[in-house]
């Protein structure tokens, strides 16, 4: 395979990108994410260095991530003149990602007077010392020009629901800046340590939250000045802490980190001969899958948003184990190891959540933060019409998540055949999901079956419905495979086990109509209105108004927020023959929001398994491009939600590998069908591990061929 | 006994008071409810002359009750000035109503230029003769003047889902005028006849809508013009309609209709020595109760609103069998086998509604019109940010509505001793209720009892909830009820019966915590936000706002509309001791709006058996003066709901027969605890029947006697 080497920008300003750019542009390794702002912008420009697993609540606030100081903040006057964006309109402006190595990049000219002065800066977020951000920042002036660089650290740092910090200490010693913040709660030191190589000589200075060197001199033309820093962030819980190098070579480290990403590329990038644009989208989506996987250090998953800042709390949704999972399990299975080790050292969490709503088992949280704690309130929107709160059923009905874990689990058995993550508490969270499914059961005196009532299924603009299908399929699937794998193993009875098999074949699961085919994605959703999205939006008062929720504008109606039905198609394709999936496909998918960014990835996939490439592309590039394009939803009610959307990325991979190229697992080896390539798609390559073994993928219009390879 | 003869008046005139007036001053005679309003009022002031058990959907529109062609329109014009309330304001005015005689008073003196013009009219709704009006409208003058007095029919009646005419025919044939009009959906006739006696000549005038008799003279001062009108009211659907006599003598009419309601106060009336106030609400209440009590004719019942108008649509509620039926069971037997005649025979509307949800049995109807057609919709409130239907689970999740039918069932069979009932269909009722009962039993897994789930109580302001106190009760009662008097009865077999019997013991009825006495008014109902009436009122964005449904400012907090474990406690006083009733009552009362006019008195009635008359005298006190009070709720959201309050009255009458009386039966005969007198009552007496047996029952401070008397 040929190497990526890929860069993308955006050249020019505007105001209005901030965000979308702040995300597009994001860098990161797994222990932070940073977001691609420039170096001169304080909070209310959304800068982030966003800490994965390390939350805080702000007296009266929701619980979320923490945002560690800023020490890659940097401010330039020329000739006595602030340049500074948004304010100073540059002459020239551009943004930039270097894939290939995780590198941003930032060209900016501004006129001062008759000079023009040059802004080059590139930062990374090592991939070989996951605590250390290096970033260089190059001045140059094309007149002699009178320049103070204002370099060092903001410890003012933007946050959704903050500030989480009772203390700020602001000090130097022996050159190093050091921000040392405690958070409120649970009193977490966050250190931020800033060691910076100059070409001149700078004085330290203290400005509100800011602890600066400055910089002052007269700037030669046609001279770069070149100030290197290593910002080193690390918080009190980390054991790998201790005796961190404050300042390393930015040369070295860069190759150190370049050669990191190397690996990380050999093993998942992905060809597409013939479109160039969706070769870029997916591999821009795998981009941001592997800046936020966890590879290091202590118990993390990835949150909804990535690393990208403090929407939805920070908190791990199921979006991580039925959306992003099969990517690393296919390509770095260690990593796709910790996401279920999160979920086996959260089981706890999850335990009394279920006994919190008096089931038993484990109930795993929406919103998960540290320990399985669900951050997720009862009144997770603002209503825009009263300002107040409205109670949702995230937290409490949303009782398919659990069954998310036992995919994920099942998955990784199949795909690395490694038992020990049973040995290790795979095994308990799995009895303990199959034991929450299990209470959940009701029986109607007169009904011989079992139902699952008063839940909400991944469709959340249908609220406290009964027998949601994608819900009691993955709670049947959950009760079979704990029969199936607990068999012998002593934490559960064979009672127990033969319980659960017995509840997993008189589980209600809606079944197609004979006449239609169609599967009722819940009891009644049949006779509600079939009204069109359009219409939907239309009845809108507000833009910004929730479409869910007890009387949303599309709360009785057939309009889905997001893949339901389709879901359960998707991740059980050998459940219905191909003429069912896709009469489903047709009247689902109409009737459909994509609202969410776990929808058009999940009927690209059915689409491929219906034969129909031409509907999943649009889709699959929807999802692909989901962060590389402008337009994501920043606004859910009067909440921001804007950030990374790294399911739709996982869901890209899963719609090429499983839907374009067919990719299955049989019996334990990789395992093609017939390939459903796009048009134009010549051919479509990609590597996987399975079994330990690496195998390269390769789809063409006729075949998908699976060649084992050396590792 | 001494009769009752009692006078009630207003004098002067406000615009405001219009609509609690035309409640208050209603006269009715069960075939119809003729509102006190003024004669000259149109449509927009809200006269009516109500239906009873006449129902239409105008295209569009929800259905509702009709109200017919006011054939007691008059108005007056003196020297060239119209005088008519409210614009030309009076020198004096008074309504008043002769509750002893269901007399609808009005006299009014407006000043023109120098002359003095009163009139003075009488009317009431004949008892003998039920699709008889008469009217008598007197005219003088102090000084002479030029009169146009305009009497006849106004068929542009009031409506709130109208019009319900798709046709209006006014003639006049041999001096009496005729409005025939049919309605749209059924196409009934509804037949206005207006015969008249005048002192002069009229001609005969159609204007608009109207079809009059004008009448022009010359009024000398000191005589007055006497016009005596004969108000005839049948529709196509009366069997009784044929040859009714079109002008009726008034003097002997009223004498006829006199006659009836001395024989009703007879058995109704009730004394309280020392308590003039609370003797007139109640006697007030109880000419209401007898004012739209069905008598004659078709199969009949009494709507939440009585005969008032169309607010909740002309509906028969759960109101009747829990609140009105024990005040006609003691004092009008063949009432209350009326009202049980109209739920039998509407048996298969409540068993199709039952079908729709997928239940087994009989469902009735929230709001019940012919043959039990439920016409409560899935949206019955507006919401007032948005102006857009609210989805409300009235129809759908009031399943104790049904249990309702059986409570009153078996009072009806204790009472009065008549199993004809049973016989005439009340069994097959019985089987019903208690089928739909067993249909919605569910059990979890692991449990081995019965749970209710997804209702909605009594108490409205908490939707789609677990267990509810009441209805489970209500439900067990039923299935306990059915397993009784359907023993050796061939219609249930022997296997169903005791399925009714074991649900009935395995099912969950909350019961009281040992440690606080409490019963948890559903499942979760302790954890909700213990919140003031009064806080939640300081919430209110606007006045008009819907309490309860999804969000609604008390939706999520314990504070109910009305009385639920209360009213479970009230209806079984024998369930638990006095100490649990008492603790029960002093949690819920404060957190208690009495936001329906069904909670009062409930309260007021578990006050007695509490040993608190003290407590319950003013809740008996709001019941009783719901109507004769201004002040009652106008508006439900943004959907008119004033009337009167039956149930209230009904309701009443409960809390001085059960509660301030301690009347119970026992082993069919009347029997009663101590009394518990509010203060200042010397003596409370009225007249029972009780299987066949009068009884005059006279509470004093001491005891409660029970005479047995000749009937």
């Known amino acids: 395979m040929i190497h990526l080497n890929r860069k993308i920008s955006d050249v020019g300003f505007s105001k209005d990108n901030i965000d979308h750019l702040g995300n597009k542009y994001l860098i990161g390794n797994g222990y932070m994410g940073i977001r691609g702002t420039?170096?001169?912008?304080?909070?209310?420009?959304?800068p982030a260095i966003n800490l994965s697993g390390v939350y805080d609540r702000a007296p009266g606030k929701w619980r979320e991530s923490v945002n560690a100081p800023n020490g890659l903040y940097c401010l330039l006057h020329a000739d006595g003149e602030r340049l500074a964006l948004p304010e100073?309109?540059?002459?020239?402006?551009?943004?930039?990602l270097d894939l290939a190595a995780g590198l941003h990049g930032r060209r900016t000219l501004w006129r001062v007077g008759e000079t023009g002065v040059t802004v080059e800066s590139e930062r990374f977020a090592s991939m070989a010392d996951p605590h250390a951000i290096l970033q260089r920042y190059v001045v140059s002036v094309d007149r002699e020009a009178e320049l103070t660089l204002d370099s060092g650290i903001d410890s003012e740092v933007w946050d959704i629901n903050g500030g989480h910090f009772s203390s700020v200490s602001l000090t130097e010693r022996e050159g190093i800046l050091s921000a040392e913040c405690r958070t409120i709660e649970q009193g977490i030191v966050v250190t931020v340590l800033v060691g910076e190589k100059a070409p001149v000589v700078g004085e330290t200075v203290k400005e509100g939250g800011k602890l600066l060197k400055r910089y002052r001199f007269r700037a030669e033309p046609l001279v770069s000045y070149v100030f290197e820093k290593t910002v080193t962030v690390c918080t009190s819980r980390d054991e790998d802490a201790v005796g961190l190098p404050t300042m390393l070579d930015y040369e070295e480290a860069k190759r150190r980190h370049t050669a990191c990403w190397d690996r990380i590329w050999y093993r998942s990038e992905v060809q597409i001969e013939g479109d160039d644009e969706a070769e870029l989208a997916l591999n821009y989506s795998i981009y941001h899958l592997n800046c936020i996987a966890p590879r290091s250090g202590g118990v993390r998953s990835i949150p909804a948003r990535g690393l990208s800042g403090q929407v939805y709390k920070g908190a791990i949704f199921w979006d991580t184990e039925m959306f992003m999972f099969d990517y690393f399990l296919f390509t770095d299975p260690d990593v796709a190891k910790r996401l279920l080790r999160y979920r086996i050292t959260t089981l706890p969490g999850a335990m009394e959540k279920a006994a919190e709503y008096g089931w038993r088992g484990a109930f795993y949280a929406w919103e998960s933060q540290e320990g399985g704690l669900d951050a997720c309130t009862d009144y997770n929107i603002t209503d825009v019409f009263t300002g107040r709160p409205v109670r949702t059923y995230f937290r409490d009905k949303q009782v398919h998540v659990s069954a998310a874990m036992v995919y994920a689990l099942v998955r990784y058995l199949e795909v690395t055949g490694?038992?020990?993550?049973?040995?290790?508490?795979?095994?308990?969270?799995?009895?303990?999901?199959?034991?929450?499914?299990?209470?959940?059961?009701?029986?109607?005196?007169g009904r011989d079956f079992y139902e699952i009532h008063d839940v909400?299924?991944?469709?959340?603009y249908h609220e406290r419905v009964n027998n949601n299908a994608y819900t009691n399929r993955m709670a049947r699937f959950t009760l079979e495979q704990a029969a199936c794998l607990l068999r012998d193993d002593p934490i559960c009875t064979e009672e127990e086990r033969l319980g659960f098999l017995e509840a997993a074949k008189r589980l209600k699961v809606p079944q197609p109509d004979p006449e239609t085919g169609l599967i009722e994605q819940f009891d009644g959703y049949f006779r509600l209105e079939d009204a069109s999205v359009e219409t939907l939006r239309s009845r809108l008062i507000d833009p910004r108004e929730y479409w869910g929720g007890a009387d949303g504008v599309a709360s009785h109606t057939q309009v889905n927020k997001q893949a339901d039905v389709a879901a359960m198609l998707g991740m059980f394709?050998?459940?219905?023959?191909t003429d069912v999936m896709e009469k489903n496909w047709l009247y689902y998918e109409p009737r459909t929001e994509h609202g969410s960014s776990l929808s058009a990835c999940m009927f690209a996939l059915l689409a491929c398994y219906i034969g129909r490439p031409d509907y999943a592309y649009p889709l699959f590039m929807k999802s692909a491009q989901q962060d590389y394009l402008p337009g994501s939803k920043l606004w859910l009610g009067l909440i921001f939600i804007g950030g990374t959307h790294p399911a739709a990325a996982g869901g890209a991979w899963m719609v090429a590998s499983r839907g374009f190229a067919g990719l299955s697992i049989r019996n334990g080896c990789p395992a093609a069908s017939k390939p459903q390539l796009p048009e134009g798609w010549a051919r479509l390559r990609f590597r996987i591990l399975c079994r330990g073994k690496s195998y390269l993928v390769t789809a063409t219009a006729e075949k998908t061929l699976i060649e084992e390879e050396q590792t």
């Open 456 to 460: 909400v299924g991944p469709d959340e």
């Open 418 to 445: 490694d038992r020990s993550v049973l040995r290790e508490g795979g095994n308990r969270m799995l009895l303990e999901c199959a034991r929450f499914y299990h209470s959940l059961l009701v029986r109607y005196v």
């Open 573 to 577: 394709p050998e459940d219905y023959p």
């Open 38 to 46: 420039a170096e001169e912008y304080t909070a209310e420009l959304h």
């Open 88 to 96: 100073k309109e540059p002459r020239f402006h551009e943004q930039s």
